[in-house]
């Protein structure tokens, strides 16, 4: 029998999410001992509340949710605010705990979202307090580690699939909340809420847009698995805006009075509107999780550096740098490869424009085009190229 998903062994998810389906819309709430949650959420520093608050370092908020939707963004000590009987939302603590970045990795191939869709959040409250009614605008997998909480959950159909941040009574609003709030602004007491009481070992999954409060009844710890893939407007939106940057028309500067540039632009909406109809070469949302390298062209990222040492007849090491967000030069790979890539070495050094792997090919025809293919995904991830939007 093959190991159990990470869904089924959080929810007791028969399958895995097949292609082309939606995650699960309902409601989940799976009780069961500790001991058959991954071995991420069994560390010693999970073990209290405390602990873990002693060591993050990260971003955070606090609040008193039970008497007040407000939090304050803060860079205090997580572990004092907590001993002031205050609630703690420690925004990502995957870096602080040993296996989280790998287990949130699995996760995301599991659900078919690119990576960096899921993070890892943590709750910490002294007891009686919890947090303030609101909906989130991404799929939530709160699991709880010490202590008894109360979610008080209801279903929230004034907005479906809400996009952005969350929401609640008292709380701001987010620009892009206007457009979808046309008939009126989410409001909780129109629902029929459920209450659901967690102890160590529950896990209770809610679909975005699922109206919540929780309280705690002792000192409470809990984590949250946040699942937030683009939605198909960022998809289209992260593919159209590149494409349009690569056409100069689309560059022109907006000068003159209001409907000066109309003239110039109708053709443009044109063409725009013709090969939207048609369809791109690649589909629009597979930019979304990286195309593959064969259907992209690729582009030297400026400042980065490919030097050859070692040579032998088999084996030669190749150096790799690239700048930085502050103008510094790191290493981003530093191994041997084999030697008959060496003049691939050599023909990216003297190129200065984008290319294809098919070009590639045909002027390296003695280089096999796998080999070829995986050192161009190598230096992707050593940012010494950029993969382009397909065009």
């Known amino acids: 029998m093959p190991d159990p998903t990470l869904l089924q062994q959080l929810l007791g998810e028969p399958r895995l999410i097949e292609e082309g389906a939606a995650w699960p819309s309902a409601i989940r709430l799976q009780h069961g001992a500790l001991a058959r949650l991954p071995e991420l959420f069994h560390q ?96 939530v997998i709160s699991i709880q580690l010490h202590g008894r909480k109360t979610f008080h959950v209801a279903p929230m159909h004034d907005i479906p699939l809400p996009y952005g941040a969350q929401f609640g009574p008292d709380m701001v609003a987010v620009e892009n909340l206007y457009e979808q709030a046309r008939e009126g602004f989410p409001d909780p007491d129109k629902a029929t809420f459920q209450a659901f009481d967690l102890h160590p070992g529950s896990v209770l999954f809610l679909p975005r847009g699922t109206w919540h409060r929780t309280e705690a009844q002792a000192p409470s710890l809990s984590l949250s698995i946040v699942i937030r893939p683009p939605v198909l407007a960022d998809a289209l939106l992260g593919w159209l805006q590149p494409w349009l940057l690569a056409d100069p028309r689309w560059r022109l500067p907006l000068y003159g009075p209001a409907g000066a ?40 990222v400026p400042g980065s550096r490919l030097s050859i040492g070692g040579v032998t007849p088999q084996r030669a090491h190749l150096h790799v740098s690239a700048l930085d967000q502050d103008w510094r030069s790191r290493t981003t790979f530093d191994s041997e490869i084999p030697a008959v890539l060496l003049p691939v070495i050599d023909w990216l050094q003297q190129r200065k424009s984008a290319f294809g792997l098919h070009t590639l090919a045909r002027q390296l025809p003695h280089i096999a085009p796998g080999d070829l293919r995986q050192l161009l995904e190598l230096l992707v991830k050593a940012n010494a190229l950029r993969q382009l939007v397909p065009r």
């Open 261 to 300: 540039h109309e003239p110039a632009l109708q053709p443009l909406l044109s063409t725009l509107a013709t090969r939207l109809s048609q369809g791109a070469e690649q589909p629009i949302l597979s930019w979304n999780s990286a195309p593959p390298i064969d259907n992209s062209d690729l582009l030297r």
């Open 44 to 139: 010693p520093l999970l073990q209290q509340p405390g602990r873990l608050a002693d060591v993050y370092r990260g971003p955070l908020s606090f609040g008193r949710g039970l008497r007040s939707p407000q939090t304050f963004d803060s860079r205090a000590n997580a572990s004092s605010l907590l001993q002031l009987g205050l609630t703690v939302f420690m925004q990502d603590v995957a870096p602080v705990l040993a296996g989280a970045a790998q287990f949130l990795r699995e996760l995301e191939r599991e659900l078919g979202v690119p990576a960096g869709s899921a993070r890892l959040s943590a709750f910490a409250s002294a007891g009686d307090d919890g947090v303030s009614c609101h909906y989130d605008a991404e799929e």
